[in-house]
């Protein structure tokens, strides 16, 4: 009896060990298929798609930048006609053009933040940076600048990118960044999102969650080239979250708000001690809410941002509408209240001498 059930086994064994290789070969082919099949119809990528934010504003005068902390910017040398006009200048920025050498004795101003300093829907001389300028020139016996320097979507991680780099290029006198924006950054329209994940694959770790990843055993590192290079891989890593989360992953598996507090305050540390910096709070910046757990605090994301600025000896500059029409308030306000901004903001840097007009 004992040698029959010992056989039994045995017989069992050498099966398995000789079946081991068909299944392996079985399952290798299987999930080469699946990849191939992946592959053929990209539907990896539209669910890719489907967890990121794009911007659609004005895509005639926009070019994706190679650099993920911008993702875009304004294409030089470009314009834009439809119930407004745009026009980009060949450095990048909207308005009429520009010498990047900073001319003798002129001020120069360069405004950055989202499509509210941008002008979406105005005509470039309707936007509040052209405003500024006007209400500045019709004020002072010196001559000004002041560079629209906005892009539509812009969040504060991008301005601070765009920030550093103009610093160098235009030696401004001063640096106004009107927060907007918050949160995730967008991507453009249309851009091909394959080719720029390809050539910046570390945009991954801020689309999938570390702890979505399978197996565990394997490096953190290991898991994040496997999203990158397999194709199924990712399409089950993605199909897995689906279920799990209501908003987009892009803003879900991230908190983008730690690069953008972190960009605007090693900006003020960096650069406000040797070039001026203000910080603008629009109109359009919703009124703080109390937040569940906080023992009755009023915080709002915006509220970090004016703490970093008080700490760094930032000058704040609050633009309130509040005995205005709730126009005043709107983030894409019309002509007649980006002048209103213009001009008391004008104000404003004139009687705090943060622009000298002698």
């Known amino acids: 009896m004992r040698f029959r059930i010992k056989t039994f086994f045995y017989k069992r ?4 060990q000789k079946a081991l290789p068909v299944i392996f070969i079985a399952l290798l082919v299987a999930l080469l298929v699946a990849e191939c099949i992946v592959r053929i119809s990209d539907v990896d990528w539209r669910n890719v798609k489907k967890n990121l934010y794009f911007q659609n504003m004005d895509l005639p005068v926009h070019i994706i930048d190679p650099n993920p902390k911008l993702i875009f910017r304004l294409k030089p040398n470009s314009e834009f006609h439809d119930k407004h006009s745009v026009s980009i200048n060949s450095l990048g920025v909207r308005g009429k053009q520009r010498d990047a050498v900073k001319p003798d004795g002129v001020f120069r101003i360069l405004c950055f933040g989202g499509s509210n300093v941008y002008g979406s829907g105005v005509n470039d001389q309707e936007a509040w940076p052209a405003q500024l300028e006007l209400f500045l020139q019709n004020q002072s016996e010196r001559p000004f600048e002041v560079w629209n320097m906005g892009a539509p979507a812009y969040v504060p991680s991008q301005m601070v990118a765009l920030a550093r780099e103009s610093v ?16 995730a950054p967008a991507f453009l329209k249309g851009m091909d999102i394959e080719a720029y994940f390809n050539r910046n694959p570390s945009l991954w770790e801020k689309l999938i969650p570390r702890s979505a990843l399978i197996p565990s055993w394997l490096s953190v590192r290991t898991r994040y080239w496997l999203i990158s290079h397999v194709r199924f891989y990712r ?18 598996s991230y908190d983008h708000n730690i690069d953008n507090e972190r960009a605007v305050r090693d900006l003020f540390l960096d650069i406000h001690p040797n070039i001026p910096c203000v910080l603008f709070i629009g109109p359009y ?12 605090k009023i915080i709002s ?5 004016i703490t970093m600025a008080q700490n760094s000896g930032v000058p704040i500059f609050t633009l309130s509408a509040t005995y205005e029409p709730a126009v005043y308030r709107e983030i894409h306000p019309p002509p007649n209240v980006l002048a209103w901004y213009g001009k008391n903001l004008a104000d404003w840097l004139i009687r705090q001498k943060h622009a000298p007009v002698f």
């Open 13 to 16: 064994v050498i099966f398995a």
């Open 168 to 183: 160098k290029r235009f030696d401004p006198d001063l640096l106004i960044i009107a927060i907007s924006n918050l949160n």
């Open 235 to 252: 399409l089950a890593i993605l199909a897995s979250l689906a279920r799990r989360v209501t908003i987009p992953l892009w803003e879900d």
């Open 285 to 296: 910046i919703q009124p703080s809410v109390l937040v569940p757990g906080s023992g009755g």
């Open 301 to 305: 994301g915006y509220e970090h941002y």
